[in-house]
């Protein structure tokens, strides 16, 4: 391959922007970037302008974005740019309010978006070593990269577009050292067109710095504090570097059953006040946050499995329905203060609705429905679920176990992640992969139907137990002895249209639960679910993503567009048995 970068005399050329002598340059100017992340695929393209258009009238001259592979490439060689994924689309809106773009592709990008934003369907491949020179890793990452970077071309600066720097991965100090690995991405991007400014993006740490960076393309860092420190830190591996923070955590995201996160408005303003007169370059992440729709949630794995929630605001200066905060607006006088500039008026936030409560009147349980929903995959061992085509949601396991049998544990090898069991269609009790639980049984003569429905709750997103297979994905015991002969149901609750819902009583879960109600006029509202355990909510079809009782977060963003003046359909698939048969439509939301 021929690399077409070059380096001199403390210089690096590419395209507008380049780095000459310790300075960013853009048009050979001194340049410093004051840029904020937004994710077009946490959010409906009807708001991309809104929320791009409260990036530049806070003083920004940049947006920033990851593009996740699962999105874009959900069955190999499938690939998919329309709706949420119009990246295109994106950059475009972002070109007309003369906003710059720092583009950072796949293959991974953490985001706390499931799997780090890998296709779950590489896990097919038991062998396969993710995030390396593996060549059955690279032939996926090339014919993909040969695509997204396809379609990013048009939109480089260097050929009259916004994006001015591509970032070729993502924090990988933190999770390798295959050096290999990083050339052969970047020269992937060169061989691919891709002549604007390369660079990586590691924490400010020593074996972070190692591992992530690659010598003749730019290293930034990523903080949340001490940014003195941190550029200290960069200085001693590459001397003369430009300030450039590719992540400045202004907030943090939630996992289920924490605390919501927030951090102070004064302490980030200080903060990104300090980096400004210091000559940083700043990136926020989060300037947007969003929300987890549908099943698309990371985990994290630190000394146990911890799954993502559903809102992604991450106490961002824009909340999660895209309102000012306090964070936005100090934020926003320290770059008029510090540029100089009168900045564009503030777009109106949008208006919010009270819908009220709203009777859930028809059912069908899982157990009924099951044979419009999928058809099963006989196997001799219980497979997981990218054995069976499957990426996200539910999955169902079901024996008919001979009888008799002694009272012994049921053993699941390993679950991921969280198991409700059933005999004869009545619930035993939950198995997950974080606590220590056990459901145990007794079979009479005469035999059960053993049924163990597991939710995939989000593959890892970070860190060395990246490799997050769903399901059960290595055996099922009743004692000692493995099970055998298996009908395994898929089920991605991703086409719930052809359910026959009946209005007597009401089913208990797991079960589909379906009411309507009237709006009159479409407006951004919060969907409150009190008395409701843990599940999934459709809102005329369009998975909203999960609720779960243990918190933190309450109330469940809905945005106007996903509303239709008149009757609108409401569904969820509760697990548990809901104490409650209505929800309600707030006009805040409660995230904790």
Known sequence: MVNTRFKLKGEFFMGDLKVSNGELLLDEKPIQLISGAIHYFRMVPEQWKDRLEKLKACGFNCVEFYIPWNLHEPRPGEYNFEGIANVKKFIELADELGLLVIVRPSPYICAEWEFGGLPSWLLKDENIRLRSSDPSFLKYVDRYLKEILGVLKPFLSTNGGPIIAMQ???????????QNYLKHLRDVMIDNGMDVLLFTSDGPIDFMLQGGTIDGTLATVNLGSKSDQAFEKLEKFYPNSPKICMEYWNGWFDHWGEEHHTRDYTDAAETFKHMLESGVSVNFYMFYGGTNFGFYNGANFSDHYQPTITSYDYDAPLTEAGDYTEKYHAIRKIIANHTKKELPPLPKESPKKSYGKVELNKSISLFDALPVLSKAVHSPDPLPMEKVGQDYGFILYRKFLKGPRDNMILNLQEVRDRALIFLDSKYQGVIDRWEESTVAFSVPKEGVQLDILVENLGRINYGPQLKDPKGITEGIRHGQQFLHNWDIYPLPLDNLTDLLFADND?????????????????????????????GVVFINDFNIGRYWEKGPQ?????????????????????????????????????LG
Not at 511 to 526: S, W, Y
């Open 168 to 178: 070729i991965e993502n924090e990988y100090g933190s999770y390798g050292t295959d």
């Open 506 to 534: 009401l089913a208990q879960g797991p079960a589909f639960f379906k009411g309507h109600f009237q709006v009159d006029e479409p407006c951004d509202t919060f969907l409150a679910l009190p008395g409701w355990k843990k």
């Open 554 to 590: 309450e109330t469940y963003y809905v945005p106007a567009s996903l509303l239709k003046k008149g009757e609108n359909e409401l569904k969820i698939f509760e697990v548990h048995e809901s104490k409650n048969k209505e929800v309600d439509f707030v006009d805040k939301p409660k």
